[in-house]
């Protein structure tokens, strides 16, 4: 006597979907024309509304994984991809696989998308020490220049000719400490208070302003909002350091005769939750560019401190962006391939404000 197997509408056995459900990694099934007959709840965390778009679609045209189901469509052989990107986030991998006659599997295992707030915590705990003597030293060298830089001052308001250049000189070298010593700072989390009411669109508006008028007059800058998202609970320059150094960074990676750098808010309607707060992150804001990428393996390290690719670079600019995007208590994810880099800033849309 046969085994009696019960099928869904798209003859996938149907115990077998109730399995996938509630796998952790992504799953799609697919016909062999391309287009998702299944997807698990994973999945449909990171593509919206995948049921019956075709993988093309949901990952874009060109995109490595549809040569592998190819491949696999052809052979019948299984093909496994590593450090692929993947809808705005990276799969550690990606493995197409036929599943009967007519339907295939694709899983995707991916990297924790918080993987950067485990660092930060990480960084903090290692830095400590060196924070502590730092803040001390800082301290100690703020009071007597703030002397030096008040003396300096004066003496241009009383001397002449060369010495009033000398008096001017030695209070501008003076101020350059000072921003040097408030460096030390760097790691420090934003305090509750310092938290309020935010239009993320005046933040970027900033921002394209200060990058059209310097380091961006090469580019361009295209700014897509959606204007019915609310404000954030924020702190006005910590969000211009950040979307200032993910600017500057895409300005520097794009081309000098086609440049494009696109500034885009929205709302996730399939957003993730934060590790620690469990609040949603639907309010979005994207900066893509057209550059040439960034290598897989580079990306999983671009948010470690004092790591660079850039000769005399200090490594210190994604980290700081990370840092203020988690004090915010948002979260950042990296996707990149051969047409370009898009940095996602996720934050919570409900939020208390002081």
């Given at each position: 006597?046969?085994?009696?197997?019960?099928?869904?509408?798209?003859?996938?056995?149907?115990?077998?979907?109730?399995?996938?459900?509630?796998?952790?990694?992504?799953?799609?099934?697919?016909?062999?024309?391309?287009?998702?007959?299944?997807?698990?709840?994973?999945?449909?965390?990171?593509?919206?509304?995948?049921?019956?778009?075709?993988?093309?679609?949901?990952?874009?045209?060109?995109?490595?994984?549809?040569?592998?189901?190819?491949?696999?469509?052809?052979?019948?052989?299984?093909?496994?991809?590593?450090?692929?990107?993947?809808?705005?986030?990276?799969?550690?991998?990606?493995?197409?696989?036929?599943?009967?006659?007519?339907?295939?599997?694709?899983?995707?295992?991916?990297?924790?998308?918080?993987?950067?707030?485990?660092?930060?915590?990480?960084?903090?705990?290692?830095?400590?020490?060196?924070?502590?003597?730092?803040?001390?030293?800082?301290?100690?060298?703020?009071?007597?220049?703030?002397?030096?830089?008040?003396?300096?001052?004066?003496?241009?308001?009383?001397?002449?000719?060369?010495?009033?250049?000398?008096?001017?000189?030695?209070?501008?070298?003076?101020?350059?400490?000072?921003?040097?010593?408030?460096?030390?700072?760097?790691?420090?989390?934003?305090?509750?208070?310092?938290?309020?009411?935010?239009?993320?669109?005046?933040?970027?508006?900033?921002?394209?302003?200060?990058?059209?008028?310097?380091?961006?007059?090469?580019?361009?800058?295209?700014?897509?909002?959606?204007?019915?998202?609310?404000?954030?609970?924020?702190?006005?320059?910590?969000?211009?350091?950040?979307?200032?150094?993910?600017?500057?960074?895409?300005?520097?990676?794009?081309?000098?005769?086609?440049?494009?750098?696109?500034?885009?808010?929205?709302?996730?309607?399939?957003?993730?939750?934060?590790?620690?707060?469990?609040?949603?992150?639907?309010?979005?804001?994207?900066?893509?560019?057209?550059?040439?990428?960034?290598?897989?393996?580079?990306?999983?390290?671009?948010?470690?401190?004092?790591?660079?690719?850039?000769?005399?670079?200090?490594?210190?600019?994604?980290?700081?962006?990370?840092?203020?995007?988690?004090?915010?208590?948002?979260?950042?994810?990296?996707?990149?391939?051969?047409?370009?880099?898009?940095?996602?800033?996720?934050?919570?849309?409900?939020r208390s404000v002081p």
């Open positions: 006597m046969g085994v009696n197997i019960k099928r869904n509408a798209q003859g996938i056995d149907i115990d077998f979907v109730d399995l996938l459900k509630e796998l952790p990694s992504a799953v799609l099934v697919f016909d062999g024309g391309g287009y998702v007959q299944f997807a698990n709840t994973a999945a449909e965390s990171i593509f919206p509304n995948p049921s019956n778009a075709s993988v093309a679609t949901i990952m874009g045209q060109g995109h490595p994984v549809l040569s592998a189901m190819g491949r696999v469509m052809a052979s019948g052989v299984s093909l496994t991809l590593h450090d692929v990107a993947v809808a705005h986030h990276v799969a550690q991998s990606v493995t197409v696989q036929p599943m009967g006659d007519t339907l295939f599997l694709m899983t995707l295992h991916m990297y924790s998308p918080h993987i950067k707030t485990e660092w930060m915590r990480k960084t903090r705990d290692a830095l400590a020490p060196a924070r502590l003597m730092a803040r001390t030293l800082a301290h100690e060298i703020k009071n007597p220049l703030a002397g030096i830089q008040g003396a300096a001052q004066l003496l241009t308001q009383t001397v002449e000719g060369e010495d009033r250049e000398l008096a001017a000189l030695i209070s501008h070298e003076a101020e350059r400490i000072l921003r040097l010593v408030r460096k030390v700072d760097i790691f420090e989390p934003l305090a509750p208070e310092q938290l309020v009411p935010v239009n993320i669109h005046e933040v970027l508006g900033h921002v394209v302003r200060v990058a059209q008028a310097s380091f961006g007059v090469r580019v361009s800058l295209i700014e897509a909002y959606d204007p019915s998202l609310p404000e954030i609970a924020g702190d006005f320059d910590s969000l211009v350091q950040a979307v200032m150094n993910l600017v500057r960074n895409a300005v520097e990676a794009v081309p000098e005769d086609a440049g494009k750098i696109v500034l885009r808010t929205f709302y996730d309607v399939s957003a993730a939750v934060h590790p620690e707060s469990l609040q949603k992150l639907p309010f979005c804001v994207e900066i893509s560019d057209n550059g040439s990428g960034i290598d897989a393996m580079e990306m999983r390290r671009v948010f470690d401190p004092y790591y660079t690719t850039k000769a005399g670079g200090e490594g210190l600019g994604l980290s700081v962006v990370s840092r203020i995007i988690d004090d915010h208590g948002g979260a950042i994810d990296v996707s990149s391939d051969e047409d370009g880099t898009v940095f996602r800033l996720s934050f919570p849309m409900q």
